[in-house]
């Protein structure tokens, strides 16, 4: 897979590059290891940098740079907990596919995932730079409309019908997941670098 025209393709013309997706033969390992290591190291990077060299404004202390260590391990943690947190909602999709009338099928499933977060980890570029955070969320939210198009596809054979619902129920999940894995995330970081 060339990755740079997919991001482009997925970001750009979502609907049309999900009608290529479905038809690629695809492995839950392909995916893993052509994309989401990729991308995803994208914002781990970005943060490992930004803490390192850029550092952070805190009142009373001036610029806060991370002593090295900390802040390559807490990048690591990051890295490997976002792909935990897409994997864990690629097989929460998929047993949620019969609730829905989809065909469940982990490879579309993760597709689904792994896919509807290319504009999150592209913007995570941006924690290079303190106080844009919330441009990676804006950049993520994005990433549920290329998630509703996948559903819409249909990636999973949902009926038209039921997309809503099962775009519904996803976003839940992803909120949740996102939630608990933010919170180990940071429980484990301060646990074992501090």
């Known amino acids: 897979m060339d990755i740079v025209p997919r991001v482009q393709s997925i970001l750009l013309k979502p609907k049309e590059e999900w009608v290529k997706i479905k038809a690629e033969p695809s492995t839950v390992a392909e995916l893993f290891t052509s994309y989401a290591m990729v991308l995803a190291a994208i914002p781990a990077v970005g943060q490992f940098l930004g803490n390192i060299l850029v550092g952070r404004r805190l009142p009373m202390v001036g610029v806060f740079r991370w002593p090295l260590g900390r802040a390559l391990g807490n990048a690591v943690v990051s890295y490997v907990f976002s792909l935990v947190a897409i994997y864990l909602f690629a097989l929460i999709i998929n047993e949620l596919a019969p609730n829905f009338g989809s ?22 570029v941006l924690n290079l730079i303190p106080g844009t955070a919330w441009l990676v969320v804006l950049a993520s939210l994005y990433g549920l409309y290329i998630l ?47």
């Open 148 to 194: 509703y198009a996948g559903l819409d596809v249909p990636l999973m054979d949902t009926p038209k019908d039921k997309v809503p619902g099962y775009l519904g129920a996803s976003i839940i999940i992803v909120i949740v997941i996102t939630v608990v894995v933010g919170l180990l995330r940071g429980i484990f970081a301060i646990r074992y670098h501090a």
């Open 103 to 124: 065909t469940k099928n982990l490879t579309s499933a993760l597709k689904l995932a792994v896919y509807s977060m290319t504009p999150g980890w592209v913007a995570g």
